[in-house]
């Protein structure tokens, strides 16, 4: 493993040069408790401690409304596919939304790609910084496993006071390291103060709910009956504050708008949400989730039994989004515990 240095000094000089090349967008304070993912061009409006962001990085992944192909029939049927990307840098990306990243990275790599998605995400370069401490009372992060960085970086940053320790991943990663020259080898004793962090850590973090990981999904196939799902259904407001906040949501609505001389337009999908009653809907008004109660059980089944029964891994990653977004007060945590209890 190839470690680095970046002394704290250097890093408005390390924002400013990588900005000089590329767009940076980093974690930027909005009000007392809120924070977005913004474009940067030094450190000073850099959050180095913040909560997630309101939005999760997905939204430089698959933008919320994304033109795939536009076209012309003035002249003949002329057709032509649009992949928006542009060369940026996401600096501070937390690992429970590295995990999201990993995750969609595996959807849409699946039959049949998504080219838009995989294009793009070439285009990304993911600097990660590490929580050294919880973020907030929401969050389930050792929970689900994403406490500690497990890879899908190209640089990661861990705070150790006057400095940064950094771990090179990949190749564009060290390419950074050259260009920008602001970084020295990290020596035994640097590298000793990150284990023991990590140890430290290990001591802070605790599964945040009574129960063992990998018995979640046998829960889930327990509890399709539970009362649980009734209670979060009868409180839901069905605004899809949960799904567009989550970072492995990623269901969408593909829409075709004609311009106004009837002969040219384009082809564009939006973010769409399961909790939507539309959503599930099919030709001849027929909805196969009619309530919301079956919205919000199907919701839970997406992040804790299906995808582990696809792709052998969890969509959920801890981050919290969703309880914080939740204006009915829908807590993960709390409804995974009340599933917990019925089960015991």
């Known amino acids: 493993m190839k470690y680095k240095i970046l002394k704290k000094e250097h890093l408005n000089n390390f924002i400013n040069l990588l900005s000089q090349r ?28 913040y909560i997630p962001t309101i939005l999760p990085p997905k939204k430089f992944f698959m933008p919320q409304n994304e033109t795939l192909l536009e076209y012309n029939t003035h002249e003949g049927q002329n057709m032509e596919a649009v992949v928006e990307i ?15 990243i990993q995750y969609l990275n595996l ?4 039959r049949p790609k998504d080219l838009n998605y995989l294009l793009r995400k070439n285009s990304i ?18 929970l689900m496993e ?31 390291i050259e260009i920008t020259r602001l970084f020295e080898e990290a020596s035994h004793a640097q590298l000793d103060e990150l284990d023991k962090l990590r140890a430290n850590k290990r001591k802070i973090f605790k599964n945040e ?32 504050n949960c799904t567009n906040t989550c970072p492995t949501c990623y269901c969408f609505d593909v829409i075709d708008e004609l311009n106004l001389d009837l002969k040219s337009g384009k ?12 959503f599930a809907k099919v030709a001849g008004g027929e909805s196969f989730r009619k309530s919301r109660t079956q919205r919000q059980k199907h919701r839970f089944n997406r992040k804790f039994k299906f995808s582990v029964d696809k792709y052998s891994r969890y969509s959920c990653t801890g981050c919290g989004r969703c309880s914080r977004a939740c204006m009915a007060k829908i807590n993960l945590k709390e409804t995974l515990t009340a599933l917990v209890k019925e089960h015991k």
């Open 267 to 278: 082809r564009y999908r939006a973010w769409d949400s399961c909790q939507s009653e539309p």
């Open 22 to 49: 590329q767009k940076v967008f980093a974690p930027v304070k909005k009000g007392e408790k809120h924070f977005v993912f913004e474009e940067v061009t030094s450190a000073a409006p850099i959050s180095i401690k």
């Open 146 to 176: 994403n406490a500690l960085p497990n890879g899908g970086y190209d640089l990661f940053f861990t705070d150790l006071g006057d400095y940064f320790i950094v771990h090179v991943n990949t190749l564009a990663g060290d390419n950074i």
């Open 107 to 110: 959807v849409f790599t699946d």
């Open 209 to 240: 709910i009574d129960a063992d990981i990998t018995d979640i999904p046998a829960l889930f196939e327990k509890g399709q009956q539970s009362k649980v799902w009734e209670d979060n259904g009868n409180r839901c407001l069905a605004c899809g």
């Open 125 to 142: 370069t993911i600097i990660g910084l590490e929580c050294n401490d919880y973020c907030d009372e929401y969050a389930s992060c050792n």
């Open 86 to 100: 542009q060369d940026i840098v996401l600096f501070g990306v937390h690992t429970c939304d590295i995990a999201g």
